[in-house]
């Protein structure tokens, strides 16, 4: 089981970067993707998820209305989509696939069982 976080760089609040999570050695339709992020002295926090059945998407409320997530499963692929960036998104963002989170418990990290490896964003000027 695979998850490959890309897409991350450096951007100038106010841009945009759309990062992608290519997975491998599982079924992705079966699963929820969840993004997370942490940021220096930071703990790991929840950013969005869609879930596995409908593509039900959540947000954090510090990220709605400016992230979208998306994913395409016969591309084994879920998207973060990440517009008017901030400061204060600058992170490590991390993909993670869970086979049992439910909308009420999508920020728990404990409920995902696989997670990539990181991709670093950093929003200055």
């Known amino acids: 089981v695979q998850l490959q976080a890309s897409g991350g760089g450096l951007v100038q609040p106010g841009g945009s970067l759309r990062l992608s999570c290519v997975t491998s050695?599982?079924?992705?339709?079966?699963?929820?993707i969840g993004w997370f992020r942490q940021a220096p002295g930071k703990e790991r926090e929840g950013v969005s998820c869609?879930?596995?059945?409908?593509?039900?998407?959540e947000y954090a409320d510090s990220v709605k209305g400016r992230f979208t997530i998306s994913r395409d499963n016969a591309k084994n692929t879920v998207y973060l989509q990440m517009n008017s960036l901030r400061p204060e998104d600058t992170a490590v963002y991390y993909c993670?696939?869970?086979?049992?989170?439910?909308?009420?418990?999508?920020?728990?990290?404990?409920?995902?069982?696989?997670w990539g490896q990181g991709t670093q964003v950093t929003v200055s000027s």
């Open positions: 050695g599982f079924t992705l339709d079966y699963y929820a």
């Open positions: 869609v879930s596995s059945s409908n593509g039900i998407s």
């Open positions: 993670a696939a869970s086979g049992s989170v439910i909308r009420s418990n999508w920020e728990s990290q404990i409920a995902y069982a696989y």
